[in-house]
């Protein structure tokens, strides 16, 4: 019996040296430790050992099994080692081959322009607020006093998609919904950034869809003062530190008094040229002290609240900006223009 499993033992040993996979391996401990494997015909002539002999030859047996799974299981850890190596070699990397250029995205210029102005006012204690495009003729006119003959209601100006139901205009309706939010009527100072949609013919100065911010204050003693020093700071930021700004007498109906908002010509400073077309000033946006109404419909008490609003053209800041003379530019996807900034 002890002849027979040195044997055993020497002939697995000479096998396991031939191995070169994982599925040899596998058929080889089939070979020797499965259901019909030498061993069982050991344990077979194991009836025939005298008694008192059978635990010692059950014991070597058990030994020579537990000692070819050792070798098995090295024999695989070997195996393993060298596949890994040799897969290593195969996949190595050149580092001195030129590496593959990647073309990388960037920020469009409408969405860099958006995050400049977000920038400014959250450093002034502003929130971003945002609304849906679909738009509700209360939120969108009732709510901000424009009455039922107001001309910006009309179907040309608009697209109206049923009698209650139209792309909004403006980003105004933010404001007032964010109005009504506040129940508690706590001072508030937000922007709200967003599309825009007017029933416009597409030209070099005009789109049927743009962008838009405003800004909305409502606290106890907000002034017009206030309103120009925020005007002041946002110029400033956006067109340089020299810049002087005035405001001349406008009409929005959810504002009263209303102002266009003048910016000192940045290319001239003001002193007339092409760009300013003579005059030394620049319009840049519309602003204006809450109509009372607008307070009063989203149930704010006008003799207690007061507060300022201004809206501007992300397009048309972004076209002084940066000298832009076609507004389509923004929407023709040409990466020649894209990538300039």
Not at 198 to 226: W, Y
Not at 288 to 316: H, I, K
Request: net charge negative; charged share 30%; hydrophobic share 35%.
């Amino acid at each position: 019996m002890e002849k027979k499993l040195d044997k055993i033992i020497d002939s697995i040993s000479n096998e396991i040296k031939d191995l070169t996979s994982i599925n040899d391996l596998n058929q080889l401990k089939g070979k020797y430790l499965g259901r019909k494997s030498v061993f069982n015909d050991l344990m077979k002539e194991l009836k025939n050992v005298p008694k008192e002999e059978k635990p010692k030859f059950g014991l070597l047996i058990n030994q020579a099994k537990q000692n070819i799974a050792k070798m098995l299981e090295d024999a695989k850890t070997n195996i393993e080692a060298k596949m890994i190596e040799a897969k290593l070699k195969s996949e190595t990397i050149d580092v001195t081959l030129p590496g593959k250029t990647f073309n990388a995205g960037s920020k469009h210029l409408i969405s860099q322009v958006i995050e400049e102005v977000e920038d400014i006012f959250l450093g002034l204690g502003y929130t971003v607020k945002e609304g849906p495009e679909v738009e509700t003729d209360l939120y969108n006119f009732e709510m901000l006093n424009l009455p039922k003959d107001h001309p910006a209601r009309d179907m040309q100006d608009s697209l109206y998609i049923s009698e209650e139901k139209l792309m909004r205009t403006h980003t105004s309706p933010v404001q007032v919904r964010s109005l009504l939010e506040n129940t508690k009527q706590e001072p508030m100072k937000i922007i709200c950034p967003g599309k825009v949609y007017r029933k416009d013919d597409d030209d070099q100065t005009h789109s049927h869809q743009f962008t838009q911010i405003e800004a909305l204050v409502v606290d106890k003693k907000t002034t017009l003062a206030d309103l120009k020093g925020t005007l002041l700071f946002l110029a400033r930021k956006l067109f340089g530190e020299e810049r002087e700004i005035r405001l001349r007498p406008s009409y929005f109906p959810f504002t009263e008094p209303s102002v266009e908002v003048d910016v000192s010509c940045y290319k001239c400073n003001g002193k007339g040229c092409s760009m300013c077309k003579g005059t030394g000033w620049i319009e840049i946006l519309g602003a204006g002290m809450v109509n009372n109404n607008v307070l009063e419909a989203a149930g704010f008490d006008s003799n207690t609240y007061q507060g300022f609003a201004l809206g501007m053209g992300v397009e048309r800041i972004a076209i002084l900006k940066y000298g832009i003379d076609d507004i389509r530019a923004f929407y023709t996807n040409d990466l020649r223009f894209n990538k300039q900034f």
